[in-house]
T-cell receptor, first 115, second 115 residues
Framework: AQKITQTQPGMFVQEKEAVTLDCTYD???????LFWYKQPSSGEMIFLIYQGSYDEQNATEGRYSLNFQKARKSANLVISASQLGDSAMYFCAMRGANTGNQFYFGTGTSLTVIP | NAGVTQTPKFQVLKTGQSMTLQCAQDMNHNSMYWYRQDPGMGLRLIYYSASEGTTDKGEVPNGYNVSRLNKREFSLRLESAAPSQTSVYFCSARTKDYYSNQPQHFGDGTRLSIL
């Protein structure tokens, strides 16, 4: 069974500081993909970053990076130089090789950036 | 540049009424999905369609039916609405390449309240 766990319901970070949002996953698949989405208060789901299970390097996209630790089955999102606009819900999701087109989402982390 | 369009954006129903949520995508993607989002539970997959003419159950299919009318459109039907189906519903679309890094592209959601 595939499962995504996000253990931080809410996080606070000072503006301009870095923050790490945790995500652990459970899968028996050898090939899988991990995705992070941002959901601002307006409600839309915005794709941020992707990490493949066979990728040797941690993914980076601008101020977003993934701390991928395959042995620990964790894929933590790091946001550097936080901005007020980063305040949102953040969801980790996984696609497994044996689940085809199905995605599994975590319960999300609410991030608040403090000025 | 619409991407994924959901209609309606808001709807209030009475228990027992029926309703169809519409979703259309203009990205020529093969796979489409319906999720529901409830507080503290992340996104849960209701149904998905890997390609035109096929549909499969997700995690929470009970009380719902779907139709993949053509490649562009994927509708979700509540035959007899129940208060437990009060939720925010998201439709998404994705390329068919199962193992790629392509994310799902989401619509803006439909807020459904059942009294």
């Amino acid at each position: 069974a595939q499962k995504i766990t996000q253990t931080q319901p809410g996080m606070f970070v000072q503006e301009k500081e870095a923050v790490t949002l945790d995500c652990t996953y459970d899968t028996s698949d050898q090939s899988y993909g991990l995705f992070w989405y941002k959901q601002p208060s307006s409600g839309e789901m915005i794709f941020l970053i992707y990490q493949g299970s066979y990728d040797e390097q941690n993914a980076t996209e601008g101020r977003y990076s993934l701390n991928f630790q395959k042995a620990r089955k964790s894929a933590n999102l790091v946001i550097s130089a936080s901005q007020l606009g980063d305040s949102a819900m953040y969801f980790c999701a996984m696609r497994g090789a044996n689940t085809g087109n199905q995605f599994y989402f975590g319960t999300g982390t609410s991030l608040t950036v403090i000025p | 540049n619409a991407g994924v369009t959901q209609t309606p954006k808001f709807q209030v129903l009475k228990t027992g009424q029926s309703m169809t949520l519409q979703c259309a995508q203009d990205m020529n993607h093969n796979s489409m999905y319906w999720y529901r989002q409830d507080p503290g539970m992340g996104l849960r997959l209701i149904y998905y369609s890997a390609s035109e003419g096929t549909t499969d159950k997700g995690e929470v299919p009970n009380g719902y039916n779907v139709s993949r009318l053509n490649k562009r459109e994927f509708s979700l039907r509540l035959e007899s609405a129940a208060p437990s189906q009060t939720s925010v519903y998201f439709c998404s679309a994705r390329t068919k390449d199962y193992y790629s890094n392509q994310p799902q592209h989401f619509g803006d959601g439909t807020r459904l309240s059942i009294l």
